[in-house]
C-alpha cells in the first residue's frame, strides 16, 4: 500500500520497530497523570501503527492522544529500540495539520505568529530600561517568556551580565518561531529572518540565549545555520556563567530541575550543576535527575491545549523536590518556573528561580550587608 502521510514515509520503519516493551510507560509524564496507556509512546505507536495499516483514519479523534504529547523525549532515552518519538509526533501533527486536524491552540498559535511577533501577541515587550541594538561583544537573547511572561526573572539576569560587566546588548528580537515546528507547523522565515539581521547588525560574535528552547533553536534548526556560518556562536546563559567566580553562596537546601530542552535534548546537565555546587554547598539531586529528570509539562503546545494535564505534570516535579526537603528549586529555563510557580503544592515552603536570578539575588543580599 502507497504511504499517505509524510510520518509514514519517513518513519514508518522505525514505527515499527516498537516491540511493545513498555518502558517507556514508566517514564512519560503524560501517562504518569493521566494514567492512560493510550497516551504514553507504547499506545501512540501502536496507534500509528494501526494508521498505516488502514486500519483506523487520521482524523480529529486522535487529536486528543496525539497533539498530547509534551515532546520531552523521555521515551526515547529510555527506549531500547531507538524509538524517536518525539520526532515522529512532530511530523504526524504536520500530517494532521494537512488535512485540517489540529488542537485549536495549536492552531491558534501559528496565526498568533503570522500576525504577531510573539507567541503572546502582545504590542511591547517589558521596557527592560537597557539599550537595544548597539555594537556589543554579546546579544542577549531573552526570548517570548521572559520578555512577556517572567520578566522579573529576565530584569535579574540583566541585572546580573551588569554586575559581571559583560559587554552585552539587547536586540528588537522577535520569537524564534522553533516551536511552530513541535505543533505542526513551518518554522516562521520572516521571524527568522529579523532575528537574524538583528543579531548580526551588532557586530557580536555570540548570542546568550536565556531561553533553552531558542538556545536549540538556534543551533540546530536549518533555517538558523547563518549564524554559525557567519562565526557567531550561541551559548545558553548556564554554559556562559560557569566559568566566573562568582564569589556568594547560600546556605540553604538547593535542587536542580533539568529542563527538557537543555537536558534531553542538547545534552546540557553538567554546567548549570557546576555553578550551582560553587553557590550552594548543600545542593541535593531530587529523585529524578539528569537524563531522568521529570518533565514540568509545559512543552510541545501542552501547557496551552491541555492546561490541567500542564499543571498536574508540574506539581509531580514539585513533589521530586519536596520529597529532599528542597528550601530552594532552581532551573535554567523561564517556561518551566512559569509552569511550575503556577503549579504550587498545597504548603509549599521551597521557592522556584531561574539560576540567574538566585545568584543574583544573592549578589545584591551580599552588597547591602557590605554596605
Ligand atoms: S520503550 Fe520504545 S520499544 Fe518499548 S514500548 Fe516504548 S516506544 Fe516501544
Ligand atoms: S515525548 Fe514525553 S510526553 Fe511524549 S510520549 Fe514520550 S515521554 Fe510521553
Redesign the pocket.
Known sequence: MEPKYDFERKYRDVIL?????????AVCPIYGVTLRPSY???G??LLLKEVMDGKIPLNDELIETLFQCTTCAS??K??????S?PEIIKLVRKDMVNIGSCHPAFKGMNEVLLKSTNIYAEDEPADFGRERNRKADYVFFIGCVGSYREDESTTATLELLDRLKVDYTLIDEVCCSGVLEDVGYRINEDLVRKNLESITATGAKTVITGCPYCYRTFKNRPQYQELEKSGIRVVHVSQFLKDFDLGVSTDKKVTYHDPCDLGRHCGIYEEPRETIRKIAPNFVEMPHNRVDALCCGAGGGVRGAFPKNSLAMARRRLEDAEAVSAEVILTECNSCVHNLANAKLRKQKFKIYNTTQFINELMEEKECGND
Open positions: 520497530q516498537c516491540s511493545r516493551c513498555g518502558f517507556c510507560q504514553n509512546a507504547r501512540k505507536m521515551c526515547e529510555n527506549c531500547p529500540s531507538g524509538v518519538v
